[in-house]
Nanobody
Framework: QVQLVESGGGLVQAGGSLRLSCAAS????????MGWFRQAPGKEREFVAA????????YYADSVKGRFTISRDNAKNTVYLQMSSLKPEETAVYYC?????????????????WGQGTQVTVSS
């Protein structure tokens, strides 16, 4: 059974930084692309960033380009999301997800396993 466990969320002031981690277990992590999504109260889940199975390809939502960086360590079965210059409107639960197709993708439906999420709160 695949398990994805996010960590690293918390409360940060606007303009601050956080690093999220997602530890995976249950199948060959290095074969799958990974993505980060977020969902604010009353809003749909939205794409943030994705990374291919090798880490050689990354893809970002326009709203986070230049401020967020996705990376992975296949030896540790972990994917990261480094977030900087955070804004209050980015307050949300952040989820990592696994895409069995191996390539980075922005579509929610391409991901078959999801973590439980970690709360990120950005105060103004």
């Amino acid at each position: 059974q695949v398990q994805l466990v996010e960590s690293g969320g918390g409360l940060v002031q606007a303009g601050g930084s956080l690093r999220l981690s997602c530890a995976a277990s249950g199948r060959t992590f290095s074969s799958y692309a990974m993505g980060w999504f977020r969902q604010a109260p009353g809003k749909e889940r939205e794409f943030v960033a994705a990374i291919s199975w090798s880490g050689g390809s990354t893809y970002y939502a326009d709203s986070v380009k230049g401020r967020f960086t996705i990376s992975r360590d296949n030896a540790k079965n972990t994917v990261y999301l480094q977030m900087s210059s955070l804004k209050p409107e980015e307050t949300a639960v952040y989820y990592c997800a696994e895409n069995p197709r191996g390539y980075s993708d922005y579509r929610v439906r391409m991901y078959d396993y999801w973590g439980q999420g970690t709360q990120v709160t950005v105060s103004s």
